[in-house]
């Protein structure tokens, strides 16, 4: 409905609550657009960042002369005060009033009248908002690597606890070759390096200060954006205003950064699950991380990686919902581009939320070594050792994967491992066997003969592990 004329002031057009941009219109704002169009309910989350924004905005302006000293310090204060009221949840947020920005400002006028009215000298709410949003992109990089780091932590902590463990490694979810639990585990710390690694890199490109663009073609008011860039802590000035009011590539691009941690989380997830089957038993996941079934008594669920999974795809959506956003918008604001917070919110709030469940998951869960022990000899793992001593001994590389394939097939035949062939039944396919050869044999032996850089030898496994400690400041006491 539309809102009736003010009977305080007749024929003028704007009742209900002072519009910033107010003083063309002649007609009242319709309530329906209001509530189409209004992003307080969800950029609230910006109000930290708005006020600390509006406060180096302001010393700014009174250390260029657009503000007196007295007015910048009335300001700070009152900003100050609604910081706390917010904070409080004493803050009143309407439709009406639109977005965080326009709130934010509004008390501030509705505590200091014209000086309030002052803040706005210099500033559009295009540049506010780009600022507002790389504030709050920074603070999250920084609080997501850290929960990266723990969730390193806590593999490296397994990592050790599990250091002489040998596994099944897999191929194509099919028995490849043995490996050190703990260089599978350490895995998991790589790829998550790669994450926080790129988190660095788009937090660089974050890094740069938007505000003094103004709508998109900078300001005749003389203002020192230098000033603003050293007291919000950012590392550069944005070069162009037209580019500087529109560029949301650091939300793309923290966005994809979150999408592929949320995918790493998710195969690691994947894996788990498979691993803590009861069919393969090779992992007891801790219960406090489990449910239950309503139905079936026995059940013990993994529903905490099953959603961990599952969380992934919000992430990749929100990754495409913002590169669709921006590919039609021409140069500098759009209103499209309010769009955007939502789905940059969502995917920091699903990456919290996954790794702070993620590191304790990790640090609570057992592998069972009787189970993993008893499947060691089936697969023939140590065909590849064998193929590569037969190697060693200068067979050619063809001739030995066909010789071991033959040795394999007669043990498949015979239902055994291939230790279990005999020296006659091996020499009967392998010319030049001798009883040495055995040292191939075995799952634990075929990890003990590995020596290339990066390999799952023990050794290897334990300068990774001692790499990692140093990496992650993990100290002597493995804290
Ligand atoms: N709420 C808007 C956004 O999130 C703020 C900028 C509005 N600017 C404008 N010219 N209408 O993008």
Sequence with gaps: MPHAPDPRSPG?????????????????????????????????????DDIDGSIAHARMLASCGLLTVPEADAIAQALEEIRADIHAGRFEFTAAGED????????????LGDVGRKIHTARSRNDQVATDLRLHCRR?????????????????????R???????GYTHLRRAQPVLAAHQLLAWCEKFQRDRDRLADCRRRTNVLPLGSGALAGTSLPIDRD????ALGFEAVAANSLDAASDRDFACELAFVLALAAVHLSQWAEEWIIYSTQE??????????CTGSSIMPQKINPDVLELVRG?????????QALLVLLKGLPTAYNRDLQEDKERVFD????LEAVLAVTAPLVAATRFDHERIAATLDRGHLDATSLMEALIARGMPQRTAHETVGRLVRRALGRGVALAELTDEEISADCVGWDAALRGALGASRAVERMQSFGSTAPAAVAEQIAGWRRRLGVGAAGT
């Design 100 to 111: 965080i920005h326009l709130h934010v400002e509004s008390a501030l006028t509705a505590r």
């Design 227 to 230: 000033h603003v860039r050293e």
């Design 280 to 289: 393969f038993g090779f992992l007891a996941l801790p219960e406090g991380f």
């Design 12 to 48: 003028t057009p704007q009742a209900g609550p002072q519009k910033a941009w107010g003083g063309v219109f002649r007609e009242a704002t319709d309530p329906r657009m209001e509530a189409f169009s209004e992003s307080v309910s969800f950029d609230r989350r910006l109000a930290d």
């Design 347 to 350: 995917s920091i709030d699903t």
């Design 162 to 168: 599990e250091r002489g463990l040998v596994i099944p």
């Design 311 to 319: 969380k992934s795809a919000r992430a990749v959506g929100n990754l």
């Design 140 to 160: 999250a990089i920084d609080r997501i690597d850290a929960a990266l780091a723990d969730v390193q932590r806590a593999f490296l902590g397994l990592a050790e």
